[in-house]
């Protein structure tokens, strides 16, 4: 029983924190779910000391903070170890950008699964933020229902020769109106293309399969 009242301690300290204004050493191996459904979160530091170093679990740590406006852009440095990161900025509808090359040290990351989906407000993707992401594999709905997004850039999964999954990974995008012909040029290994674009219905041009 004291367990479980520890838990929702700690659950309830999680949901009430306005800001993070410094990380330092964390020692921590895993980052699931930290912040998860923290409607009032509004602003977490840079990572200044190697912070999330031992971070391999970044599944839905930032999901559904609505109320997060922005990514520090040197936030996943030194993250080496890190290989997942499903959900983790979905549905946080006040991010409007994502900084340039933000997964650069996370070569070992294999699984983007909805990691930005249900961002209401983003209307830009760097075309570098996969750009060392070698060994990414699924990117499934990544960015559904990003409905603000409305064009893609040219090499945004150049630089991911093991993609696989990318189902769903546009869907609902409606104000989506330009897709590059040559997006997925460097994929030959996707499998699965299910619905990657369905819903998506300002979009003029040639496919990209």
């Known amino acids: 029983f004291s367990d479980i009242c520890d838990f929702w301690v700690q659950e309830s300290e999680k949901l009430g924190i ?13 980052m699931q779910a930290a912040f998860e459904r923290n409607t009032i979160l509004r602003y977490v ?8 170093a031992l971070v391999e679990n970044f599944n839905f740590a930032f999901s ?12 996943f440095e030194g993250c080496f170890e890190a290989s997942t990161f499903g959900s983790t900025f979905a549905g946080c509808s006040s991010i409007t950008e994502i900084p340039s090359k933000l997964f650069n040290d996370c070569n070992s990351a294999t699984q983007f699964s909805s990691v930005f989906s249900n ?17 990414i594999n699924d990117i499934s709905n990544g960015f559904n229902k990003c409905l603000s997004l409305t064009a893609l ?6 630089h991911c020769p093991n993609l696989k999954y990318n189902g769903c990974i546009f869907e609902d995008c409606y104000n989506l109106s330009t897709v590059p012909v040559s997006i997925f040029d460097n994929n030959r290994n996707l ?19």
């Open 64 to 75: 559904n903070c609505i109320n997060l406006k922005s990514i520090p852009a040197n936030f």
């Open 191 to 209: 499998t699965d293309i299910n619905r990657a674009f369905s819903s998506c219905s300002s979009l003029k041009g040639e496919s990209p399969y």
């Open 153 to 158: 850039p040219e090499a945004l999964f150049s």
């Open 119 to 135: 961002c209401l407000s983003l209307s830009t993707i760097p075309e570098d933020i996969f750009s060392n992401c070698t060994n």
């Open 18 to 30: 306005l800001e993070v204004n410094q990380w330092g050493k964390t020692g921590l191996v895993s």
């Open 45 to 52: 530091a840079g990572n200044t000391a190697n912070s999330f």
